[in-house]
């Protein structure tokens, strides 16, 4: 299970913000949210990765993702469900891949948008890393 997740729960369960203190506690259960979201997005995003090299089993998956396959059928649950994989069986085992291999280019797309805003904060890091040290010269 997500650590961070269950740290997530306990701070809301016990009330870590003070027990009367119901803004602070829907803050952190949103926050919470969103972290189970992203991992879930990163999971789908990396399974969508894996089938790029063609089809694969749940089994396949969990080894190379190295997650439980019950974590794994529920990503391509939601996959399927939103129509981007499609499965085949092959005996009794049941084979998943990308239904519009188009997908691998919207990937492609948004790998390069998030690399380019990458590349733009860590310079504008450096920016404001250099700017201490060249006030302290003056």
């Avoid at 995003?45 to 396949?60: A, D, F, K, T, Y």
């Avoid at 974590?71 to 129509?83: D, H, P, T």
């Avoid at 239904?99 to 690399?115: G, K, P, T, Y």
């Avoid at 590349?119 to 700017?131: G, K, Q, S």
Wanted: charged letters at 30%; aromatic letters at 4%.
């Amino acid at each position: 299970r997500n650590a961070g997740g269950e740290y997530c729960q306990i701070l809301v369960a016990h009330g870590r913000e003070g027990k009367n203190d119901h803004a602070r506690a829907d803050r952190w259960q949103e926050r919470c949210g969103r972290m189970a979201d992203e991992k879930e997005h990163r999971s789908r995003i990396r399974i969508l990765e894996l089938l790029r090299g063609g089809p694969l089993s749940v089994g396949q998956l969990q080894a190379a993702i190295g997650v439980p396959a019950s974590s794994i059928s529920q990503q391509l649950a939601v996959l399927r469900g939103r129509n981007i994989v499609v499965t085949e069986r092959r005996g009794t085992t049941v084979i998943y891949r990308v239904r519009d291999s188009e997908l691998f280019e919207l990937l492609d797309v948004a790998r390069r948008i998030f690399n380019a805003h990458l590349t733009d904060t860590i310079d504008m890091l450096r920016l404001v890393d250099a700017e201490p040290a060249a006030l302290g010269k003056r």
